[in-house]
């Protein structure tokens, strides 16, 4: 990489990370997540470490934790309480172990053993094993016991000297007083959470008391740790859980805190464990990765300690953490990566779609290379440019969203996102409809778009015919062999055999697997049609809407009774179906009167295939009350309440509890009460009961 390059972005990368930290910390606002904030630091940190002569003392890599506050008693630690390294893929972990192995067996050829456990056997090194630990997401403290009794609490400040919080840490009942074994001189750190139960009920009752809700529970762990008053702390009901000890006690092995310290009289944690190599700690990684939700309390990472305590020694600091650990951290929902190209993808209807390629980014423990911006109204939203640093997100299952641009870290390279005025692949034109967002590839017969409509058709959602994924259909286009959907069932073992990446009986299969698709229920045919706007949902609705029609038991060609049907309709009849809006109305109507579509409708006729309706239920025509919010105020005297409303919805109405501007009508039984005058008031239409029993007969 330029070096010139790599400088100016370092100076920018701290810029930007000052920034958020000071929003954060002295103004308490969140400028930003965490996570994407953990992440432009481990872009700073990387590049540091390429170029260590650009490494300045003002780095946020150089800084441990925050500075002690004004408000409590200063007090030093008895030894440095440091920070840790991140690593964040299996990579930084192996790069890790690399380097201590290094630094273990400086001459690679030679059998030389120096302390501890660690040995060189056959062509590997063991180093003996590694104790991982949940990483909690709290506030570091540490805890001095003399003879036995609590004497001091201090939270890590700048790592030599902290805040002394002792009476705050004394209201905490996991933390114990006294030692349950007899110890002249001990400190015990560990982190001061908040489990997520009690978060949780905390902002319920402040809510309730209209106070204030706490941001997450780490921060309300540390908020409530440094807070002034120990009632107040007492009230927030902290968990203290411990990691680590800070004397002599003759331990050979990390996982022997944990016993000891367990003894002791403290919480640890059970879910920590050895694993003796690399491949476990990934496996235990990958575990908690997936799991962390069912914890109890936070955590954003395993910190993994080499288990043989006399390598600690050898191993050593550098800088502001130990060699012998690592905070392998989880994949954050967040992270920071840059957008490097836009490409535009063409639909099925001809909509161009802008998809941005990233560099590879890890979000939520998925690797992200893609991400869809939508449309050009959304990447005018975020002001997106090409070459940006954008926070990603991906939280759950939901597809990644680039969901923000940091301007800040341009270069002035960036180029500006345009729509494209020809089609990439037909070369005709591109147009925005008036009135909507999309730009659209005006050729109905563009490539790419029918390329997306013949594996629309067969996709799972649509007709579902198994074998006839996007790269054979594809295949099947540039043979000559399908123009459109029909095509597919003129298709022949015959005409498949000489293909590539087809052989005889792959051939006879997928003509087979077309062929029993060929009985298609009406509402699979309807949305395979790929009809714009026309989603699972409305073509349901419309399926259910024509086997009303059909009803009367003509037999014809199922086709061709459908093509009569949605023929017949002119715009405010399809408007005034129950269930459907303007938007699917014009459009249902601007598809079925379009030559080339009836023509394709014939064509699907004439090669056999059938539409099923026998499975849909008919549907009662609609009524007066379809689509309709009805609010029921009053008693009535012919029908219960209960029976009302079912009645109601039967015929497709909605109830609603309050009276609003979208209210249709009122039913006003005996002695109606506000609701009615609200009515009146904002003249909404009211109607008796005996009105009412009328309308539903
Ligand atoms: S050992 C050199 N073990 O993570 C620091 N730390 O990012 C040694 N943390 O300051 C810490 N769980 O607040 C250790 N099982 C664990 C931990 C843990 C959470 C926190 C701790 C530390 C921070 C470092």
């Known amino acids: 990489m330029d070096k010139n390059f790599v400088k100016n972005r370092i100076e920018k990368l701290k810029k930007e990370i000052a920034f958020h930290r000071y929003q954060y910390h002295v103004r308490d606002l969140e400028s930003m997540s965490q996570e994407a904030l953990d992440s432009l630091k481990n872009e700073l940190f990387k590049l540091e470490q390429e170029f260590p002569d650009l490494v300045t003392s003002d780095s946020p890599t150089q800084r441990v934790g925050g500075r002690p506050l004004d408000k409590f008693k200063k007090a030093a630690h008895s030894s440095r309480m440091l920070s840790l390294f991140d690593a964040f893929n299996k990579q930084d972990m192996a790069d890790w172990e690399a380097r201590n192995i290094k630094i273990l067996f400086p001459r690679p050829p030679l059998l030389i053993r120096r302390g501890g456990g660690a040995q060189r056997r056959g062509g590997g090194v063991d180093l003996g094993g590694y104790f991982c630990e949940l990483k909690l997401d709290g506030i570091a403290i540490a805890l001095r016991y003399e003879n036995n009794s609590l004497v001091q609490a201090i939270t890590r400040g700048d790592g030599r000297i902290g805040e002394d919080v002792t009476g705050n840490i004394k209201t905490i009942d996991s933390v114990p007083l006294n030692l349950a074994d007899k110890i002249k001189n001990i400190e015990v750190r560990g982190e001061i959470i908040m489990t997520k139960a009690v978060f949780k009920e905390l902002n319920q009752k402040y809510k309730k008391a209209n106070k204030p809700e706490l941001k997450n529970p780490r921060n309300a762990a540390a908020g409530s740790v440094r807070q002034l008053d120990p009632k107040l702390a007492a009230e927030r009901k902290l968990d203290f859980i411990a990691y680590e000890i800070v004397a002599d006690m003759g331990l050979k092995k990390n996982e022997e805190k944990r016993e000891l310290l367990a003894r002791l009289g403290f919480k640890t944690l059970r879910e920590n464990k050895y694993c003796a190599n690399l491949e476990a700690v990934n496996k235990m990684h990958a575990h908690w990765e997936k799991n962390r939700d069912n914890l109890p309390f936070e955590v954003d990472g395993m910190v993994v300690k080499v288990n043989d305590l006399a390598l600690w020694n050898i191993l050593g600091t550098v800088g502001k953490g130990p060699?012998?650990?690592?905070?392998?951290?989880?994949?954050?929902?967040?992270?920071?990566?840059?957008?490097?190209?836009?490409?535009?993808?063409?639909?099925?209807?001809?909509?161009?779609?802008?998809?941005?390629?990233?560099e590879p980014?890890?979000?939520?423990?998925?690797?992200?290379?893609?991400?869809?911006?939508?449309?050009?109204?959304?990447?005018?939203?975020?002001?997106?440019?090409?070459?940006?640093?954008?926070?990603?997100?991906?939280?759950?299952?939901?597809?990644?969203?680039?969901?923000?641009?940091?301007?800040?870290?341009?270069?002035?390279?960036?180029?500006?996102?345009?729509?494209?005025?020809?089609?990439?692949?037909?070369?005709?034109?591109?147009?925005?409809?008036?009135?909507?967002?999309?730009?659209?590839?005006?050729?109905?017969?563009?490539?790419?778009?029918?390329?997306?409509?013949?594996?629309?058709?067969?996709?799972?959602?649509?007709?579902?015919?198994?074998?006839?994924?996007?790269?054979?259909?594809?295949?099947?286009?540039?043979?000559?062999?399908?123009?459109?959907?029909?095509?597919?069932?003129?298709?022949?073992?015959?005409?498949?055999?000489?293909?590539?990446?087809?052989?005889?009986?792959?051939?006879?299969?997928?003509?087979?697997?077309?062929?029993?698709?060929?009985?298609?229920?009406?509402?699979?045919?309807?949305i395979g049609l790929g009809i714009r706007h026309i989603g699972e949902e409305s073509a349901l609705f419309l399926a259910a809407e024509s086997r009303r029609q059909t009803a009367d038991g003509r037999q014809e060609n199922k086709i061709s009774q459908i093509k009569r049907i949605f023929s017949d309709y002119t715009i405010e009849e399809l408007e005034n179906l129950p269930d459907i809006g303007p938007i699917v109305a014009r459009s249902v109507y601007d598809w079925f009167h379009n030559k080339l579509n009836i023509e394709l409708l014939n064509k699907l006729e004439k090669a056999g295939v059938v539409i099923d309706i026998a499975h849909l239920k008919t549907r009662k025509r609609p009524s007066e009350l379809s689509g309709k919010a009805v609010v029921l105020t009053g008693s009535l005297k012919s029908l219960t309440r209960e029976r009302a409303k079912a009645k109601i919805r039967e015929l497709g109405g909605k109830i609603s509890s309050a009276v609003s501007p979208k209210t249709d009508l009122i039913v006003a039984g005996k002695d109606p009460g506000s609701k009615f005058e609200k009515a009146k008031e904002l003249g909404v239409k009211i109607i008796s009961e005996e009105e009412f029993l009328k309308m539903i007969k």
């Not at 954008?390 to 301007?407: C, F, N, Q, Y």
């Not at 345009?418 to 109905?444: F, M, Q, Y």
């Not at 095509?487 to 003509?511: C, I, T």
């Open 361 to 526: 980014a890890n979000v939520g423990g998925v690797t992200v290379t893609h991400a869809t911006l939508h449309n050009m109204d959304e990447i005018k939203r975020l002001k997106l440019k090409i070459g940006d640093t954008v926070i990603l997100e991906r939280a759950g299952d939901v597809i990644p969203k680039v969901i923000k641009a940091l301007p800040k870290l341009r270069t002035g390279k960036e180029k500006t996102i345009i729509a494209p005025k020809k089609c990439l692949i037909c070369a005709s034109d591109i147009k925005k409809i008036k009135g909507e967002v999309a730009h659209r590839c005006i050729n109905n017969d563009c490539y790419a778009v029918n390329l997306r409509r013949l594996s629309h058709w067969t996709s799972k959602g649509a007709v579902d015919i198994e074998g006839l994924g996007p790269k054979i259909i594809e295949q099947l286009m540039k043979e000559g062999l399908i123009s459109d959907v029909a095509d597919f069932y003129s298709l022949a073992a015959g005409d498949l055999k000489p293909l590539e990446r087809f052989a005889d009986k792959s051939a006879e299969n997928l003509v087979d697997s077309i062929q029993v698709k060929k009985n298609i229920l009406l509402e699979r045919f309807l």
């Open 323 to 358: 060699r012998y650990m690592m905070a392998y951290k989880f994949a954050g929902i967040q992270v920071t990566t840059r957008i490097k190209e836009v490409v535009w993808q063409v639909g099925r209807t001809g909509v161009l779609t802008p998809i941005a390629v990233l």
